[in-house]
């Protein structure tokens, strides 16, 4: 089975009766009122969060709702409920462990990434091939190499990988990952992965989204030379 990169915005298919395009803004919201907690926010309005966000105010109102979550007619949601609510649906509530497979350039940075603790995950090990490169020290752990991935998944839980090696390589990666009893897989390779069903994968090709971009953008400018005319 291929990877799922992107479940789109109109899959109906639901995992513990959450829509998927809920699932994918939940991170999103859960960045904005810890974000509001920080700035000692203790409630705010189903229209701010909304606009923070950059959704409709009806869109994060049904999204909440499948949380439970309904605020307050003219008081709105407490910020610390929904930072437990989302954090409990995201499963960040405890620490997560994740390795990094691929210390090249994307690999280094990723390694070096502040935000993980943050979002519920704890960086635990990182492997690669390259002679030059195990044993050296990123982001204060030791580059390893690949062939100890098996122990140290079995050792420290690890059930998420992270993907960033040059695309020949990330199917045997994954393989391993699979393996290992990995079933979450983050892929920045620009390739599709195989994987059985039973484990996920999320793919950022950041080239696609730069099309992506660059389709609107030329829509834009197309839009405007109509304005024009």
Do not use: C
Not at 24 to 31: A, C, D, K, N, V
Request: glycine letters at 10%; aromatic letters at 6%; zero cysteines.
């Amino acid at each position: 089975m291929t990877d799922r990169a992107d479940a789109g915005r109109d899959v109906v298919v639901r995992r513990g009766g959450v829509p998927e395009a809920t699932v994918g803004r939940l991170p999103l919201y859960h960045r904005v009122v810890v974000d509001l907690a920080d700035q000692g926010v203790e409630t705010v309005s189903s229209e701010a969060l909304a606009a923070t966000a950059g959704v409709s105010p009806a869109k994060l109102r049904k999204d909440l709702s499948f949380l439970g979550s309904y605020g307050t007619r003219g008081v709105g949601y407490e910020v610390s409920v929904l930072i437990d609510q989302i954090g409990a649906e995201l499963g960040i509530s405890s620490e997560w462990p994740v390795v990094i497979v691929g210390v090249g350039h994307l690999g280094h940075a990723l390694a070096n990434y502040g935000g993980f603790a943050s979002r519920g995950f704890r960086l635990v090990a990182l492997f690669d091939d390259a002679p030059q490169l195990v044993g050296t020290e990123v982001a204060g752990l030791t580059v390893r190499p690949f062939a100890d991935l098996p122990a140290v998944a079995r050792t420290d839980g690890v059930l998420i990988g992270v993907v960033a090696t040059p695309a020949p390589a990330a199917q045997q990666v994954a393989d391993a990952l699979v393996a290992a009893g990995v079933n979450s897989i983050l892929n920045f390779a620009p390739v599709v992965l195989s994987v059985p069903s039973s484990v996920d994968v999320r793919r950022v090709d950041l080239a696609s989204e730069l099309q992506i971009l660059a389709f609107h953008q030329q829509r834009r400018g197309n839009d405007l030379t109509q304005v024009a005319r």
